[in-house]
């Protein structure tokens, strides 16, 4: 089975904190994604990486970073944490570069930040 | 560009009644479709895509959805409700953007199911 590892579950933050959240598979994919989930949008993509060192912004990526050091690791980082952040955060990962790949979903990170 | 539509963000059935999720999706190109369920506190799951080789497709846990590519429509269905199907469905559209994998969710429904 493919295995994603989000760090944290919940997590709470005061407003202006820089925040790490860590990501890692267990199946040698190539791609992750960091989505983060709100009520009534759905999800929304953050970022994206499709090998070690190279990201590619998604459709919000404001207030967010990302780094990947290793192919199995995918981080995203809040530089100044803000109250409009707080949400769940999804990572996921998925094999190759094809429209038809299955994205496997880590359980998530509820980030508050007050 | 690709977009997609779920036209309930609420459905209540009765158990062991049918069960409709209507999904509606926008596409350049023919596209792939996926059917992710989320549990309570859980993380997404797939369901069931679709990739061109058959129209209808099964899925796990008794569901199934037909891709219409004239009514652009991939609805999903299950002939009868069980309380664990109790969650929330996302319909998903895959495709390419700029060499990259781009998948574009729906906003969700969330399937009540009354015993």
């Known amino acids: 089975d493919v295995k994603v590892t989000q760090s944290s579950r919940y997590l709470v933050k005061r407003t202006g904190e820089k925040v790490f959240l860590e990501c890692v598979q267990d199946?040698?994919?190539?791609?992750m994604f960091w989505y983060r989930q709100d009520p009534g949008l759905g999800l929304r993509l953050i970022y994206f990486?499709?090998?070690?060192?190279?990201?590619e912004k998604g459709d919000i990526p404001e207030g967010y970073s990302v780094s990947r050091e290793k192919k199995e690791r995918f981080s995203l980082i809040l530089e100044s944490a803000s109250t409009n952040q707080t949400s769940m955060y999804l990572c996921?990962?998925?094999?190759?570069?094809?429209?038809?790949?299955?994205?496997?979903f880590g359980p998530g990170t509820r980030l508050t930040v007050l | 560009a690709q977009s997609v539509t779920q036209l309930d963000s609420h459905v209540s059935v009765s158990e062991g009644t049918p069960v409709l999720l209507r999904c509606n999706y926008s596409?350049?190109?023919?596209?792939?479709l996926f059917w992710y369920v989320q549990h309570p506190n859980k993380g997404l799951q797939l369901l069931l895509k679709?990739?061109?080789?058959?129209?209808l497709v099964k899925g796990i846990n008794g569901f199934e959805a037909e891709f219409k590519k004239s009514e652009t429509s991939f609805h999903l269905t299950k002939p009868s409700a069980h309380m664990s199907d109790a969650a929330e469905y996302f319909c998903?559209?895959?495709?390419?953007?700029?060499?990259?994998?781009?998948?574009?969710f729906g906003t969700g429904t969330k399937l009540q199911v009354i015993p």
């Open positions: 996921a990962s998925s094999y190759g570069t094809s429209d038809t790949d299955t994205q496997y």
């Open positions: 199946m040698d994919h190539e791609n």
């Open positions: 990486s499709y090998d070690v060192k190279m990201k």
């Open positions: 596409s350049s190109y023919s596209p792939s």
């Open positions: 679709y990739t061109s080789a058959a129209t």
């Open positions: 998903v559209v895959g495709g390419f953007s700029g060499g990259y994998q781009k998948v574009t």
